[in-house]
């Protein structure tokens, strides 16, 4: 009978300390600063379109860009900006 309990018990504490774990890692990933600039495929990602739809947003000028030393890079608060302006359009 008391491997019983000793056993619910435990999966007590298991599940409380996953959540303060869960809890930690979401303080400390909140902590770092976010990248600003992002690379074509971390900025799909960003807004949930493909990389060549990205690719095509900023080649008809909808996205705005940056380029450096041949690469393309997105600003996040164009992206945000451009996901507010989406979301007003319907």
Known sequence: MNTAM???????LD????????RVA?????????????DVRT?????GRSAAALRHLV????LPSVRRDGRVYCDRKDLDSWI???KSRG
């Open 84 to 86: 507010e302006i989406s």
């Open 6 to 12: 000793e056993s619910t018990g435990n999966l007590g």
């Open 59 to 62: 080649a008809k000028g909808v």
């Open 15 to 22: 599940a409380l300390a996953d959540a303060i774990a869960e």
């Open 43 to 47: 900025a799909a990602e960003y807004i």
């Open 26 to 38: 979401a303080r400390i990933m909140a902590a770092q600063p976010a990248q600003r600039l992002m």
